[in-house]
């Protein structure tokens, strides 16, 4: 089974207008964080937003929040106020397990694509 | 503070040859994992260091290896070179110390064309 799974391989959305990306994820291991990646066409992964499984609030950082839903295990972006700099890959990743495992594991990603 | 840096940018290589791709953490950053990425396949774990000792591998053949200096620095090395080896390799830096809300900041990635 799919570890993270992002069921929207790309999405169209008008300049200004919020956007949420879905993220769904499974694992048994009651410790584990969750966080959202941007990467435009150059390559590099920009880490945009965290989420911890023991967190009561949902994630915000700026634009971005992570609506964070445990039990449904749901952890989606939401964008707001979208801009044409928006438009990129964005991938979310969980990381579980005991201390020191650095290892995170990736969904397959959203291309985002924002219109003017 | 500088970002994770990765050499060289680009690489063309052909079938059997060896490759070798560097990568430079953030200042105080410990540990260093290594992904590759593949239309096909996605983003995978390839393996992660931590005071020069790996301490996490994933599930790739041998030919795949690396290491980590004194620094922190860290180098990847891919020996006998097959055509699926092109991908683009990211490289990523942490603290290595907290779990489980430890971010990982990558660098740009190397890209690699295996000919």
């Known amino acids: 089974a799919q570890k993270i799974t992002q069921t929207q391989p790309g999405m169209f959305v008008q300049e200004k207008e919020a956007v949420t990306l879905d993220c769904t994820y499974d694992?048994?291991?009651?410790?584990?964080?969750l966080f959202w990646y941007k990467q435009p066409s150059s390559g590099e992964m920009i880490f945009l937003i965290y989420?911890?499984?023991?967190?009561?609030q949902n994630a915000t950082e700026g634009r971005y929040s992570l609506n964070f839903q445990k039990a449904r295990k749901s952890a989606n972006l939401v964008i707001s106020a979208s801009q044409l700099g928006d438009s990129a890959m964005y991938f979310c990743a969980m990381r579980e397990g005991n201390f020191g495992n650095e290892k995170l594991t990736f969904g397959t990603g959203t291309r985002l694509t924002i219109i003017p | 503070k500088a970002g994770v840096t990765q050499t060289p940018r680009y690489l063309i290589k052909t079938r059997g040859q060896q490759v070798t791709l560097s990568c430079s953490p953030i200042s105080g950053h410990r540990s260093v994992s290594w992904y590759q990425q593949t239309p096909g396949q996605g983003l995978q774990f390839l393996f992660e260091y931590f005071s020069e000792t790996q301490r996490n591998k994933g599930n790739f053949p041998g030919r795949f290896s690396g290491r980590q200096f004194s620094n922190s620095r860290s180098e990847m090395n891919v020996s006998t070179l097959e055509l699926g080896d092109s991908a683009l390799y990211l490289c990523a830096s942490s603290l290595g110390q907290a779990f489980p809300q430890e971010t990982q900041y990558f660098g740009p990635g190397t890209r690699l064309l295996v000919l």
């Open positions: 694992t048994s291991d009651p410790s584990y964080g």
């Open positions: 989420q911890g499984s023991y967190d009561q």
